[in-house]
């Protein structure tokens, strides 16, 4: 049996490792420098100081202006902080997510209908085969349900497609809605300017960018209107009360302004190694989702015929590859992807579904021994069917 001398980590949509940059600056702040950034002696403004100078670190990471971001413990909250903190300073309207959704803003907006079902009604804005928004479909279903919230996600986390958010963006704008982007995904993969996908909203996250766990932040337009989820002592401009967690803030900071300076770099690099891995994969009859769409470099969502993604992975992770079988927020609850089902894929090639996502430390020594592990249990698996 193919057995990897090293365990190669390809599933960086999931999280990524913190580059060590990171890992410095924040250190201080647990020990050192430790102090309540709310307080007003020494201590507290030093990690004031820290604090202002990471947002204005992630904020010129999108190019908006520092007051404009309000960091969050996580993605998840930042979505929900939109749903509901937006939903809560509207009149109840239409409220339309795309199909392809990440669970932490289909789940709240799922709420948000079930809770005001006679005001806030849910919609969603259907994709194509390559998991892409039915621009025209979108702007049929608007027009006859004018909207009040709307939320497309700027890069799929299973498949990578890259949508079309600023045209998107113009048919709800047209609508005089509120539209929100997630892009966590996108950050740091490819270009994300605030301005130019034409948001009133947009989260961010650390972990996906090789800063630490616990940090986020969602961006806002200044006009835009929220109430916070947390109250408390007024922290975040009044949007998010509680103690600021400072390491965590400075590694988001520090995350940011590297992603940026390495973006090109690093987009070229695992673009070189996924079209590598594509090529061999096709080579042993694999589907590429999404293939036909833009999609972030790195991300390559494929399926194998007969052989289902649950097993390839536990097969995999053994030979020393780690992979997903779709999105890391969803193995609680295993299932076919609500991805694959809004793309109309067939049930039967959606249950053999794994992901790849590369990232910075990948070689191409450890894709080509990848498709060596794979075509060995792929080949394996198929005689003992045959059996």
């Not at 806030?120 to 279903?141: I, S, Y």
């Not at 009859?285 to 833009?294: K, Q, R």
Request: glycine letters at 8%; charged letters at 15%.
């Amino acid at each position: 049996c193919f057995k990897s001398m090293t365990l190669a980590y390809f599933d960086h949509n999931a999280t990524t490792r913190m580059d060590d940059a990171v890992l410095e600056a924040m250190l201080p702040y647990f020990q050192q420098e430790f102090g309540n950034a709310s307080s007003r002696h020494a201590y507290g403004i030093a990690a004031r100081r820290a604090i202002d100078k990471a947002r204005k670190q992630v904020a010129e990471a999108v190019g908006v202006q520092p007051v404009q971001v309000i960091f969050t413990s996580g993605g998840s909250e930042a979505n929900n902080l939109f749903i509901r903190g937006a939903a809560d300073s509207l009149k109840p309207a239409h409220i339309f997510i795309s199909a392809i959704e990440h669970p932490c803003v289909l789940k709240p907006a799922q709420a948000l209908a079930r809770r005001n079902c006679d005001q806030w009604v849910m919609h969603q804005l259907m994709v194509n085969a390559m998991g892409q928004v039915d621009l025209d479909a979108a702007g049929r279903a608007m027009n006859e349900h004018p909207p009040g919230l709307v939320s497309a996600m700027l890069a799929n986390n299973e498949t990578g497609v890259i949508q079309d958010v600023a045209s998107i963006a113009e048919i709800a704008r047209q609508q005089g809605a509120i539209i929100h982007t997630d892009a966590i995904q996108g950050l740091g993969k490819i270009p994300v300017d605030f301005s130019a996908l034409k948001v009133h909203a947009m989260t961010l996250s650390a972990h996906k960018i090789y800063g630490p766990k616990g940090a986020a932040a969602l961006i806002v337009d200044k006009r835009l209107l929220l109430r916070p989820l947390i109250y408390g002592g007024g922290h975040e401009n009044g949007l998010r009360s509680g103690t600021e967690n400072v390491p965590a803030i400075v590694g988001f900071g520090v995350a940011c302004e590297l992603a940026q300076s390495r973006m090109a770099t690093t987009a070229r690099q695992v673009s070189l190694l996924r079209d590598h891995l594509e090529k061999g994969l096709i080579g042993m009859g694999a589907v590429i989702f999404g293939a036909g769409a833009a999609r972030i470099p790195n991300t390559c969502y494929f399926a194998l015929p007969d052989i289902e993604g649950d097993t390839l992975v536990v097969k995999l992770d053994k030979a020393g590859f780690a992979v997903a079988a779709g999105a890391a927020c969803s193995s609680v609850n295993p299932g076919q992807s609500h991805v694959l089902s809004a793309m109309q894929i067939d049930p039967m090639l959606a249950r053999c579904a794994v992901r790849v996502s590369l990232g910075t430390s990948n070689t191409l020594v450890q894709v080509e021994d990848f498709l060596q592990a794979t075509k060995h249990i792929v080949e394996t698996l198929r005689h003992i069917s045959s059996l």
